[in-house]
């Protein structure tokens, strides 16, 4: 008979190494046991009290065991959607290379890269603030340059906790980039494209034209992530899921001009 310890190790990993007891039973061969391991609960069950009545109830597996190799729906929906997912950005990854399908339109994608990246944001923004002649203005440039800070550290975070790899075919031929960007969900030019868009789409009083320019220009840099491999289709996707609600979190944090006065006056 198995001790307990045995029958809790057995229930912990699905991959280990059948027990004397389920070699003895099923032939000893370990992957007619692994096989057998991954049929159906109906199947299981039932072979389970055939066995059970030709060895003894004690060799029946535990019944968390069954949990483990019966996925949920939610799992294959979700390892569904990654599979979809992989395959259509590696489609979709044309300008990868200079040798690529549309290898010849990569210096037109890494230029919209370059007009995503947060360097040139947060240089535009102080250059902005400076020249802004009015109070009005000076506080928009404030709070753009804040949310451009905070949506370099959500992004951070987030990609520090998911820790998805790029997919392999991008190049790491990226301009300035902090260690955690070798992680690519989210996106955080999709992040910064929604959340800009937004905010210059509210904040700014734009002919209709240029209104459509910016929100083309939002779509071309999460389509050019993909195109050049950066990221699959889901950390743009979410990219732009989480750049629209932090503009949304701007804004409920939006920081006055006199308030930065009053709390400037307190540091001084
Ligand atoms: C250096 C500064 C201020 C920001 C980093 C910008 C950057 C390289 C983000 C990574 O973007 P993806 O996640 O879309 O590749």
Redesign the pocket.
Known sequence: MPSPKAKNNAGRSPNRTPSPHLLQRQGSDPTSARLRASESPTRRRGSGSASASATGPQQQLPEEDCMRLNPSFAGIALRSLLAIDLWMSKRLGVCAEEDSSWGSVRPLMKLI?IS????P??AGTLYCMWKSDSAAGQEIMLNLLLA?LLD?VL?GIV?ALVRRR?PSHNRMD?????SV?R??????????AAMGARFLLTHLVLAAPVRVLVLLWAVL?GLS?VMLG??NVT??AF?FFMGYFQYSLVEALWVSTASLQKLLGVLG
């Open positions: 890269e995503g990246h947060g360097i944001w947060i451009l370099v992004v990609k790029r990226m301009f300035a980039t902090f960007d992680y690519s969900f989210p996106s955080g030019h999709a992040t910064r840099v992530r950066r990221h950390d743009v990219g």
